[in-house]
């Protein structure tokens, strides 16, 4: 459905430093050696493509000039740990047509495979040294209807915060404008790695180990042979409320200064409506896991516009099934702030530091990853049934992005997470509604959905 038109490899437009390497973090080395792919998508029919390309080219070529790292390739070294080689061989720009007309493609779902095909497609088969670390798509939709634009980021690289402020910026040079100072990218990772940042106490750091397993069962392997999917949720602002609402009623559960949060309260509910839909035993163990922005959490805080991998695993205490389905919605949501407020901790986020340095951690997550942990071993990272995985972009000005074809119509993510995994997003329309990316297991997904609405 979707035609290649042009290729272009995007070198910075000026000398930028080469010949050495770069320092990747701790919390770079444990990320996934893939891309994170995401699309944009706007209803614009007043687009002279062929410009818009050479514009959206000729300005990558200028970001690129503060964000050099991303013309490099990364290198597996010893211990399985990657390493960045700045050699300038350049970002990724194609130039796309399609077949189906914007509306075709329904709600831009990962689920189809249409959708897929409007974002950078890379063959992993390839070693790892030949792969672009930032690839881009524009797509021209048939009829001349509008435009998607898919982007691919190496996940090594930068995480979801850093990876929208470099879109953001080449998305305003694209449009004419000009780059101030303080929003240029900070780039030295050595300001946030164990060496630098060392641990006074020592914790267990149960989000780097095995989560609960379903009752009478010895490994996760089953859970993870079963197919994930898409769907999207939305939220009207009224319905946000409420949730927000029904969570600070009941004060039995109340430890709190403040009210619950939004993306507490709904994650709440995710965290028990997927507990039902899947039919667990009230006796069965779960947990939810999610993760903490710890850019200002430390001392000093990273600098402005730190661009890498700025986040941190946290998890809940194990709770119960039937806690998190019968007990007030608070329950649940005191659990996930809990979990927010030790990720977020400085002597934790230093302890973990220190434990992700160590071999024996990275031995396991590489496991993981490099698909030594499929026969017979659980996989520790896997946070599908019994347990749950919760993300919030509600902070993210992800429709702020405006190549000059005004703001997106909708953005989102560009794959299916392997995994049950809710993330929260604001929605293009700016009046509080909120859009859940909900991925689930297949075979209750439409269990979920129901239990969702129905008792909202």
Same mark, same amino acid.
Request: hydrophobic fraction near 35%.
């Given at each position: 459905?979707?035609?290649?038109?042009?290729?272009?490899?995007?070198?910075?437009?000026?000398?930028?430093?080469?010949?050495?390497?770069?320092? /990747?973090?701790?919390?770079?080395?444990?990320?996934?050696?893939?891309?994170?792919?995401? !699309?944009?998508?706007?209803?614009?029919?007043?687009?002279?493509?062929?410009?818009?390309?050479?514009?959206?080219?000729? #300005?990558?070529?200028? !970001?690129?000039?503060?964000?050099?790292?991303?013309?490099?390739?990364?290198?597996?070294?010893?211990?399985?740990?990657?390493?960045?080689?700045?050699?300038?061989?350049?970002?990724? &720009?194609?130039?796309?047509?399609?077949?189906?007309?914007?509306?075709?493609?329904?709600?831009?779902?990962?689920?189809?495979?249409?959708?897929?095909?409007?974002?950078?497609?890379?063959?992993?088969?390839?070693?790892?040294?030949? /792969?672009?670390? @930032?690839?881009?798509?524009?797509?021209?939709?048939?009829?001349?209807?509008?435009?998607?634009?898919?982007?691919?980021?190496?996940?090594?690289?930068?995480?979801?915060?850093?990876?929208?402020? @470099?879109?953001?910026?080449?998305?305003?040079?694209?449009?004419?404008?000009?780059?101030?100072?303080?929003?240029?990218?900070?780039?030295?990772?050595?300001?946030?790695?164990?060496?630098?940042?060392?641990?006074?106490?020592?914790?267990?750091?149960?989000?780097?180990?095995?989560?609960? /397993?379903?009752?009478?069962?010895?490994?996760? !392997?089953?859970?993870?042979?079963?197919?994930?999917?898409?769907? &999207?949720?939305? &939220?009207?602002?009224?319905?946000?409320?409420?949730?927000?609402?029904?969570?600070?009623?009941?004060?039995?559960?109340?430890?709190?200064?403040?009210?619950?949060?939004?993306?507490?309260?709904?994650?709440?509910?995710?965290?028990?409506?997927?507990?039902?839909?899947?039919?667990?035993?009230?006796?069965?163990?779960?947990?939810?896991?999610?993760?903490?922005?710890?850019?200002?959490?430390?001392?000093?805080? /990273?600098?402005?516009?730190?661009?890498?991998?700025?986040?941190?695993?946290?998890?809940?205490?194990?709770?119960?099934?039937?806690?998190?389905?019968?007990?007030?919605? #608070?329950?649940?949501?005191?659990?996930?702030?809990?979990?927010?407020?030790?990720?977020?901790?400085?002597?934790?986020?230093? #302890?973990?530091?220190?434990?992700?340095?160590?071999?024996?951690?990275?031995?396991?997550?590489?496991?993981?990853?490099?698909?030594?942990?499929?026969?017979?071993?659980?996989?520790?990272?896997?946070?599908?049934?019994?347990?749950?995985?919760?993300?919030?972009?509600?902070?993210?000005?992800?429709?702020?992005?405006?190549?000059?074809?005004?703001?997106?119509?909708?953005?989102?993510?560009?794959?299916?997470?392997?995994?049950?995994?809710? !993330?929260?997003?604001?929605?293009?329309?700016?009046?509080?509604?909120?859009?859940?990316?909900?991925?689930?297991?297949?075979?209750?997904?439409?269990?979920?959905?129901?239990?969702?609405?129905?008792?909202?």
């Amino acid at each position: 459905m979707v035609t290649i038109i042009e290729s272009h490899i995007v070198t910075p437009k000026e000398e930028t430093p080469k010949g050495h390497f770069f320092c /990747l973090s701790e919390t770079d080395q444990i990320c996934r050696p893939d891309h994170t792919p995401s !699309i944009y998508i706007y209803n614009n029919n007043n687009v002279n493509v062929n410009v818009l390309v050479q514009r959206m080219r000729d #300005s990558l070529a200028e !970001i690129l000039v503060h964000y050099y790292p991303l013309c490099g390739r990364l290198n597996w070294i010893e211990g399985g740990r990657l390493k960045l080689d700045c050699n300038a061989k350049g970002a990724m &720009l194609l130039e796309a047509e399609s077949k189906k007309t914007m509306a075709e493609y329904g709600d831009f779902s990962p689920n189809d495979d249409a959708t897929k095909e409007l974002i950078p497609n890379l063959d992993y088969s390839q070693p790892i040294e030949d /792969l672009p670390l @930032f690839l881009a798509q524009v797509t021209k939709f048939h009829g001349g209807n509008g435009i998607a634009i898919g982007v691919a980021m190496s996940h090594p690289m930068c995480d979801g915060i850093s990876a929208l402020h @470099f879109v953001y910026s080449w998305a305003k040079l694209t449009r004419g404008d000009s780059l101030h100072p303080d929003e240029l990218p900070f780039l030295d990772r050595t300001v946030f790695t164990a060496s630098r940042l060392p641990a006074s106490r020592r914790f267990d750091h149960p989000e780097f180990k095995l989560p609960p /397993l379903i009752l009478g069962r010895t490994d996760n !392997i089953e859970e993870r042979k079963k197919k994930t999917m898409f769907a &999207l949720l939305k &939220l009207t602002a009224e319905q946000a409320q409420k949730l927000k609402q029904n969570a600070n009623i009941d004060h039995s559960y109340e430890s709190k200064q403040r009210p619950y949060s939004r993306f507490e309260a709904i994650g709440a509910y995710i965290w028990r409506c997927a507990c039902k839909a899947h039919g667990l035993d009230k006796e069965q163990p779960t947990r939810a896991r999610t993760m903490v922005n710890i850019r200002n959490k430390v001392n000093p805080p /990273l600098p402005k516009n730190y661009f890498g991998n700025g986040l941190a695993r946290t998890v809940t205490e194990t709770c119960y099934a039937g806690e998190i389905t019968s007990k007030p919605l #608070s329950y649940g949501a005191q659990k996930i702030r809990e979990a927010v407020e030790i990720g977020g901790n400085e002597e934790y986020i230093r #302890s973990q530091l220190e434990f992700l340095a160590q071999q024996e951690t990275m031995d396991m997550i590489r496991n993981k990853y490099m698909g030594k942990g499929e026969h017979g071993k659980p996989d520790v990272s896997f946070y599908g049934n019994p347990n749950i995985m919760l993300g919030s972009w509600l902070s993210m000005p992800m429709y702020e992005v405006d190549f000059g074809l005004g703001k997106p119509d909708y953005f989102g993510p560009g794959a299916v997470y392997p995994l049950d995994y809710g !993330i929260m997003a604001p929605s293009p329309h700016g009046d509080g509604s909120i859009v859940i990316f909900m991925n689930f297991q297949v075979h209750d997904m439409q269990n979920f959905i129901n239990i969702f609405w129905d008792n909202l």
